[in-house]
């Protein structure tokens, strides 16, 4: 059988925000955060030249669609405490 891939994308729109090095100082713990504890990738995909957006994609590898689908929700809970109403849509896709 072959490995499954999850992708989480979130739209975050991020208001308080007046620079870049703001922008950072919101996504930095959030991708540190899921890559230590939930053992995910995490980047920054798209949106980097905004200030008050962020595009932001992980990624799991799994044996069955079962446990990655239940990485995913992990994932999805620990943003969604991180980063409260600043996470605008989230989107999963299965490979």
């Known amino acids: 059988m072959a490995p499954i891939i999850g992708i989480r994308t979130w739209d975050l729109h991020l208001e308080g925000c007046l620079s870049l090095k703001d922008k950072r100082s919101?996504?930095?713990?959030?991708?540190?955060a899921l890559r230590r504890d939930l053992n995910v990738s995490v980047a920054?995909?798209?949106?980097?030249?905004?200030?008050?957006?962020?595009?932001?994609?992980?990624?799991?590898?799994?044996?069955?669609?079962a446990?990655?689908?239940?990485v995913l929700q992990t994932v999805e809970r620990e943003a969604s405490e991180?980063?409260?109403?600043?996470?605008?849509?989230?989107?999963?896709?299965?490979?």
């Open 82 to 95: 991180l980063l409260g109403p600043q996470l605008v849509s989230a989107v999963v896709e299965w490979l």
């Open 44 to 65: 920054e995909t798209g949106h980097q030249d905004l200030w008050q957006r962020a595009l932001v994609a992980a990624v799991t590898v799994a044996s069955d669609h």
């Open 26 to 32: 919101v996504i930095k713990p959030l991708t540190g």
């Open 67 to 70: 446990h990655g689908e239940l």
